[in-house]
């Protein structure tokens, strides 16, 4: 066996594709909130806080899961069986 | 008065907390279920990137006292409580990658009462333990307390009901795994968090009309009020009187940068284990030595989502503003009047349109579970591993230990909600914090480094020195104005701040003239089983990264040290 194949990428658990499925559920929901609310912005004054809260989320999520896709991260195998619970002290 | 609640979320906002708990359970689950190399990779360590290691190590630190403590004294005090970055960390921090991290990387240490036992021998293990166990409670405490007023801010329940409640939490959050996967977690966190106070600042600043608005509140609300901090003071970081408490300006730059800066602040970082272990689970001594360096970027720009929103507070929210003129309002998130620690959750009931209200309630939340769980956890290892184990049951099956371990989680649980009442008396959670961490961390600092780097002070030494250390302040502490509540006598005319300063220093000179007055009469261990321990005796290539040379400027740990220094000072000349 090569070098090459005893590696994986990590794939969905790479933490970049989670941190972008998170912040890209909030994007989702805070876009839809802000298009549904028809609530004047009386807290927020003129700034529609919930809509560009909404893309500006949106916008990181997508920039973190394109980062995982250009530049992979590869995962030795047999990696899981050195896991386990941290130290805590 | 009828259950009001402070903060109104409603079901977008609970959808956002349960979303989270979604992920944060999920990946806990995969990590104990092994499901895939992946998930095992990304716990295992000794194999991350250092950019994940690095949000992870300031992630585990901005907890409560990052988030609460420091947007309460900026409503308070102002701008000066940037000291606590600029000042109080970041100097620290890039210390601890340059100098610290790689001896720390090479020698197999890998807890505080670890290194005791093995530097200093049982006497040193034991004292160093037993303080560490209480220190782990007392700050749990907080955690919890910080929890609990979240709890009654979104339900309204009474403090002791939303205490208790909050434990139940917490010991829910251990027992299904929570902490198993502390740093995708950390990482996790880090991101609610921003996402959750960032538009604090930015709703906050163009509510007052930007910077200019909120100086010239600022400046308005002092003048019209005597015995508050003159606009002058709450806005120029130096020479931070308001903070320090002392009136000369020049002892005030001396308590900021030897108190906070020095003694504070590097007794924290060079000696929490908690946050040198995310470093140590990256790929390489080099990437080790960034983690704290990489951290150290975002860390400089946290004050501008947590003491700004602090600022804006005490000028947009009317109960705030109020209480800074010197009113007592009622309400308040623990029910018995308002504090300068409400500040920011005040502030997202005034400012945050629901769905935001959810994420900043989200990362609020986590952070506070994360870091009263860590803590937690902490006090159970200590105890049934280095106490338990160690004096009271040496030898017996693993069982027995782990049975131990869980007994201690809930009976330090229980604790905590003791501990958070007593944090509960203080109106500010910083003062108090910082008083701790003067007893607790001044006094290791001061043994740690001389030991580490003298290979000449002996086991008394280092067992006497920790214990006077901490005797001494807590010695002044009851000297001085509050600190410690009705116990403090104000003998010393100083509270607040400048007497956790004064404490650490004490506790430190003492530890340090007695380290070194002690070994000159005692017997040394010999320089054989030094090695890994003190530096002089660790072989220099156990140390060393040979790979660093090859990297580019921007990868190196060096150069990346001076980027962020350099930063740091040009932050400290324009505010």
């Known amino acids: ?43 927020t004054g003129q700034l529609h806080a919930d809509l560009w809260a909404g893309i500006v989320l949106l916008v990181v999520a997508v920039v973190f899961v394109v980062w995982a896709r250009v530049r992979p991260v590869a995962v030795p195998k047999g990696a899981a069986e050195h896991g386990g619970e941290e130290d805590q002290v | 008065m009828t259950p009001l609640t402070i903060i109104h979320a409603n079901a977008v906002d609970y959808l956002v907390l349960a979303t989270y ?59 000066p ?52 166990a209480v220190a782990q409670l007392l700050i749990a405490g907080v955690n919890l307390y910080l929890l609990g007023i979240i709890v009654h801010a979104l339900l309204g329940w009474p403090l002791w009901l939303a205490l208790v409640v909050a434990a139940v939490i917490v010991l829910s959050y251990i027992t299904l795994g929570g902490l198993s996967a502390a740093i995708y977690n950390e990482v996790l966190q880090f991101f609610v968090i921003v996402a959750g106070l960032l538009p604090l600042t930015i709703i906050g600043l163009e509510k007052v009309g930007g910077w200019g608005g909120l100086e010239d509140k600022i400046r308005a609300a002092a003048s019209a ?14 020479p931070g009187q308001a903070l320090s408490g002392f009136h000369s300006p020049f002892w005030s730059v001396v308590g900021i940068v030897f108190g906070l800066g ?3 602040s590097f007794g924290y970082w060079t000696t929490n284990f908690v946050e040198v272990q995310r470093a140590m689970a990256s790929n390489s001594i080099s990437a080790g030595r960034k983690t704290p360096i990489i951290g150290a970027f975002p860390k400089m720009f946290i004050p501008f989502i ?10 947009v929210v009317t109960e705030i503003a109020h209480l800074k003129a010197g009113g007592h309002p009622a309400g308040g998130a623990s029910g018995s009047g308002v504090t300068y620690n409400d500040a920011l959750l005040y502030l997202m009931r005034d400012l945050l349109p629901n769905g935001l209200i959810g994420i900043a309630i989200t990362g609020l939340l986590a952070s506070f579970m994360a870091g009263m769980a860590a803590n937690i956890s902490a006090f159970n290892t200590v105890l049934s591993y280095d106490l338990w184990g160690s004096y009271v049951a040496k030898d017996r099956a693993d069982s027995h230990y782990v049975k131990v371990g869980r007994i201690a989680t809930v009976v330090a649980t229980v604790i905590a909600i003791g501990t958070a009442l007593v944090a509960s008396n203080f109106s500010n959670v910083m003062d108090y914090l910082q008083t701790l961490f003067g007893f607790f961390n001044a006094p290791l600092f001061a043994t740690f480094i001389i030991g580490m780097f003298w290979k000449r002070m002996t086991p008394t030494a280092g067992w006497v020195g920790l214990v006077a250390g901490t005797l001494a302040a807590l010695v002044v502490a009851i000297l001085t104005k509050g600190t410690l509540g009705g116990l403090s006598t104000g003998l010393i005319g100083i509270g607040g701040q400048g007497a956790a300063f004064l404490c ?16 000159a009469v005692t017997t040394p261990k010999p320089a054989s089983e030094l090695r890994g321990l003190v530096y002089s005796e660790t072989p220099r290539e156990e140390r060393t990264d040979p790979d660093e040379a090859t990297y580019p400027w921007y990868q190196r740990t060096l150069p990346l040290a001076g980027v962020a220094l350099a930063m740091v000072i040009v932050l400290n000349a324009i505010f």
């Open chain 1, 1 to 43: 066996m090569t070098e090459e194949q005893r590696h994986h990428v990590a794939g969905a658990f790479d933490i970049r594709n989670v941190i972008g499925a998170l912040l890209g559920i909030y994007g989702v929901i805070m876009v839809v909130t802000g298009l549904v609310s028809n609530e004047a912005p009386a807290k």
């Open chain 2, 21 to 79: 708990f979604v992920f944060v359970l999920g990946i806990g689950w995969l990590a104990r279920a092994k499901v895939s190399d992946s998930v095992g990779f990304f716990l295992s360590g000794r194999s991350l990137p250092a950019w994940v290691t690095g949000l992870a190590f300031i992630s585990a630190n901005l907890g409560a006292v990052e988030i609460m403590g420091m947007s309460a004294t900026g409503a308070q005090i102002g701008l």
């Open chain 2, 81 to 132: 409580t940037v000291h606590y970055f600029w000042v109080g960390a970041i100097p620290a921090m890039l210390f601890l990658g340059v100098v610290m991290m790689p001896f720390y990387y090479g020698s197999k240490v890998r807890s505080v009462p670890e290194f005791m036992l093995r530097r200093f021998g049982p006497p040193a293990h034991l004292v160093n333990s037993l303080l560490f």
């Open chain 2, 225 to 238: 009020h005597q015995g508050i901090a003159p606009a002058s003071q709450q806005l120029s970081s130096w």
């Open chain 2, 262 to 264: 020095f003694v504070l």
């Open chain 2, 306 to 315: 947590t003491v700004v929103p602090g600022m804006i507070a005490a000028v």
């Open chain 2, 504 to 519: 650490a220093a004490a506790a430190f000179v003492v530890d340090a003239v007695l380290s070194v007055g002690l070994s």
